[in-house]
């Protein structure tokens, strides 16, 4: 299903992570895992994206929970 008023248009939007453990900030992602929502809370279904960054965004709210994978840990949900 396609929205015609949307249909061909090329979105420029982008969202990134900025993530910090123990106060330091993170650089390297190996033992993170990102998923993203459309909207301003988690819903049922996340994003395909997977990496600490997303975009082609329309304009909008998103919603990221992060998940130390190493620790087993998750963030609380953030809406930008």
């Not at 982008?14 to 819903?43: L, Q």
């Not at 994206?49 to 990221?64: K, Q, V």
């Amino acid at each position: 299903i396609c929205d015609p008023a949307l249909a061909g248009t090329a979105f420029g939007g982008a969202m990134a992570a900025t993530v910090t453990f123990d106060g330091a900030a993170v650089t390297d992602f190996t033992n993170y895992s990102f998923t993203w929502y459309d909207g301003s809370s988690v819903t049922p279904t996340p994003r395909a994206e997977t990496s600490s960054s997303i975009t082609g965004l329309p304009d909008g709210y998103y919603t990221l929970v992060v998940e130390r994978t190493d620790l087993g840990c998750s963030s609380l949900p953030v809406t930008e």
